[in-house]
């Protein structure tokens, strides 16, 4: 596979807006999620920038190419789409990973990680899911829970539906969805073409379009999910995990 990494980022955001411009530990998040693609050694890292001022965050930073996007368009997901129109329209990356700009402490090697559904070809979309913890991460909303099943040594599982609810009833594991996907550069053509689902409107959850249209998405497990920004709460709890790694060294 050649593979390149998108993240799509604009100032806008429903809970927290500026959150990618928001300075944790003496940079802003952007930069720290788009350092953290570069290590992580796929391919181009590009920032898919919904603003001027993204674009301007990001433009100094090795490895990090920026294309501006259209700040109307309504989902990462098509900003990532029209990003690679305009870097590579004739399509010589095969597979994209999009990786969401608020996240800024996830481990490089699970961006690869994402990659691992795609060398199977009944997949069109990879993700990641790590094992739910507590019963209040089971029950929170704002945690994307996955119904899959890995049985015995599997390294891959098929996701059969994502929900805010606690999926699926019964004893056994529960798994968080970290919102990274790789996507075969023809499959993301295709979702973006759709209209949004009656589930996806349901649930808020855009993945269920590609569940809903047929696609095969495939689930790699991680160990935990990295803490993500939504809220300012959310961003205390960065700051605050990040100002205790540099009070060690």
């Given at each position: 596979?050649?593979?390149?990494?998108?993240?799509?980022?604009?100032?806008?955001?429903?809970?927290?807006?500026?959150?990618?411009?928001?300075?944790?530990?003496?940079?802003?998040?952007?930069?720290?999620?788009?350092?953290?693609?570069?290590?992580?050694?796929?391919?181009?890292?590009?920032?898919?920038?919904?603003?001027?001022?993204?674009?301007?965050?990001?433009?100094?930073?090795?490895?990090?190419?920026?294309?501006?996007?259209?700040?109307?368009?309504?989902?990462?997901?098509d900003r990532?789409?029209?990003?690679?129109?305009?870097?590579?329209?004739?399509?010589?990356?095969?597979?994209?990973?999009?990786?969401?700009?608020?996240?800024?402490?996830?481990?490089?090697?699970?961006?690869?990680?994402?990659?691992?559904?795609?060398?199977?070809?009944?997949?069109?979309?990879?993700?990641?899911?790590?094992?739910?913890?507590?019963e209040a991460?089971?029950?929170?909303?704002?945690?994307?829970?996955?119904?899959?099943?890995?049985?015995?040594?599997?390294?891959?599982?098929?996701?059969?539906?994502?929900?805010?609810?606690?999926?699926?009833?019964g004893g056994?594991?529960?798994?968080?969805?970290?919102?990274?996907?790789?996507?075969?550069?023809?499959?993301?053509?295709?979702?973006?073409?759709?209209?949004?689902?009656?589930?996806?409107?349901?649930?808020?959850?855009?993945?269920?379009?590609?569940?809903?249209?047929?696609?095969?998405?495939?689930?790699?497990?991680?160990?935990?999910?990295?803490?993500?920004?939504?809220?300012?709460?959310?961003?205390?709890?960065?700051?605050?995990?990040?100002?205790?790694?540099?009070?060690?060294?």
């Amino acid at each position: 596979m050649r593979a390149i990494i998108v993240i799509p980022s604009r100032i806008a955001s429903t809970r927290l807006p500026r959150k990618a411009l928001a300075l944790i530990d003496g940079e802003v998040m952007i930069v720290h999620v788009a350092r953290r693609a570069v290590a992580a050694g796929l391919g181009p890292v590009l920032v898919a920038a919904g603003d001027d001022e993204i674009s301007a965050a990001v433009s100094h930073l090795p490895g990090v190419e920026v294309v501006l996007t259209d700040p109307a368009l309504p989902s990462g997901s098509d900003r990532v789409q029209a990003a690679l129109a305009v870097y590579d329209p004739h399509e010589h990356y095969d597979s994209v990973v999009n990786l969401q700009g608020d996240l800024p402490l996830i481990d490089p090697q699970m961006i690869a990680k994402s990659l691992r559904p795609l060398e199977d070809e009944q997949f069109a979309i990879g993700t990641l899911v790590a094992p739910v913890q507590s019963e209040a991460e089971a029950k929170a909303e704002s945690v994307v829970k996955v119904a899959c099943a890995f049985q015995h040594d599997d390294a891959v599982a098929r996701a059969l539906y994502f929900s805010r609810s606690v999926i699926p009833w019964g004893g056994g594991p529960l798994w968080h969805h970290v919102g990274v996907y790789a996507w075969r550069r023809k499959a993301l053509a295709q979702f973006v073409r759709l209209s949004p689902s009656l589930l996806e409107k349901r649930e808020r959850l855009e993945q269920l379009r590609a569940l809903e249209a047929g696609m095969a998405v495939g689930c790699v497990q991680v160990a935990h999910a990295p803490l993500g920004v939504d809220t300012a709460e959310d961003l205390a709890r960065v700051r605050a995990h990040l100002g205790e790694r540099a009070s060690c060294r």
